[in-house]
Structures are given as structure tokens and as C-alpha cells.
């Protein structure tokens, strides 16, 4: 599927919550782990840097950013990320392997995390969040969370924009990273054509 096709289907994209966002009900693993296969579930649990293993799998790695600025947060990453403010910054973007989406990405920050040491954010333009974090010496990661994601979800929605390979439902992993003193939370949800499914 070419680029062009791509960028045509997101644009038409007429989801009702945009950005995108990530609800869903976020579990241990140990709690689906019976549910999924070896190969998914590793890939879910993985605690290294989801960038450089997704590099190992193509000649050309991109992110193409859907949406990123300042939005209104969900209850449930509020608490995660310690808030009361209600808007937050949110950076959604595409993981593609030689042009095909494998990962949606959203990361969502406290607003004052922008104007920290180190945390510019939200001028990495088309870098992945993952080269910047697991670059950081003082990056600390928190236990990592699995959710499902049924066709009823926007995420769902935007995967059947962007491929033809549809899946009964997705999976994706979500866990907070703190640095420079700040937390930030980063949810990632495998889209059909990737690996972690066939």
C-alpha cells in the first residue's frame, strides 16, 4: 500500500474522538496471558526500546505523525500520570516498516514536562519518542500494562483505514517513564500487519 493511499485514508478519517485516544480496560499481563500467543505476549511484555526491535524487521523505519498538541486527557491517564489539570500534551503517531503502520503510538505528558531539562517533546518532529527516552540515563520505566482493543474502539477504526488484514481485535501495551522528574505515559497498540500476530 502505497504512502499517498495512506495519508489519503487518514485524512478522511471522520473518528469521533480525535485524537484517537487509547480507553480501553488496562490489565496485568498475567491476567490475559492464557488468551494470547507466545509470540504476541512477548512482544506485549517486551521492556526494551520498541524502536530498535521494530528496525530489526525493515530497511526503512518511519513515524508519521497523526496529531500532536495540547488536548483534554482521560480520567484514567490523569491518574496515571498524577494530575488534576484536564489538558495535557498528546502526540499520536504511526510505527510504519517499509511504509506498512505495525504501531499506533500516543504519548501523553503534563504540560509543564515541555519546559523541563531535556524535554522538548514536542519538537521531535518525525524522531520516535522510543530514541529519546531509551537514550536518557535517567529514564526509569513502571511495570508495563496490556489492554484489548475490540472494533467498538477508535483504535480499532483506525486500523481498518490503513489495512486490509483485519484482526477480531487488537492488543496493545501501555507503561509510564519518568524523566528528568517528570512522568510521562506511552501506549502502544499493535496494528494487523504486525509481526506480533502472525
Not at 487509547?22 to 521492556?47: H, N, Q
Not at 524535554?119 to 527516552?133: F, M, Y
Amino acid at each position: 500500500m502505497s504512502e499517498n493511499i495512506n495519508k489519503k485514508r487518514i485524512s478522511s478519517l471522520s473518528l469521533p474522538n480525535y485524537p484517537i485516544g487509547c480507553e480501553s480496560k488496562w490489565r496485568w499481563p498475567t491476567i490475559l496471558e492464557d488468551r494470547l500467543s507466545a509470540r504476541l505476549y512477548d512482544w506485549l511484555v517486551d521492556t526494551g526500546s520498541l524502536t530498535a526491535r521494530l528496525k530489526q524487521y525493515c530497511q526503512e523505519f518511519t513515524v508519521e505523525i497523526l496529531t500532536e498538541g495540547n488536548y483534554p486527557l482521560s480520567d484514567d491517564e490523569k491518574i496515571k500520570l498524577n494530575l488534576v489539570e484536564n489538558v495535557g500534551f498528546v502526540r499520536e503517531v504511526l510505527l510504519k516498516l517499509d511504509g506498512t503502520p505495525w504501531v499506533f503510538a500516543r504519548s501523553v505528558m503534563p504540560l509543564n514536562m515541555l519546559t523541563a531539562p531535556g524535554g522538548e517533546l514536542d519538537k521531535l518532529g518525525n524522531r520516535s519518542l522510543g530514541s529519546v527516552l531509551f537514550s536518557a540515563p535517567d529514564m526509569q520505566r513502571s511495570e508495563i500494562e496490556i489492554a484489548e482493543f475490540d472494533a467498538q474502539s477508535n483504535v480499532y477504526g483506525l486500523s481498518c483505514q490503513l489495512t486490509s488484514s483485519l484482526k477480531t481485535s487488537l492488543f496493545g501495551r501501555r507503561s509510564c517513564f519518568l524523566l528528568g522528574g517528570k512522568l510521562l505515559l506511552v501506549s502502544e497498540v499493535f496494528l494487523p500487519d504486525a509481526l506480533a500476530y502472525k
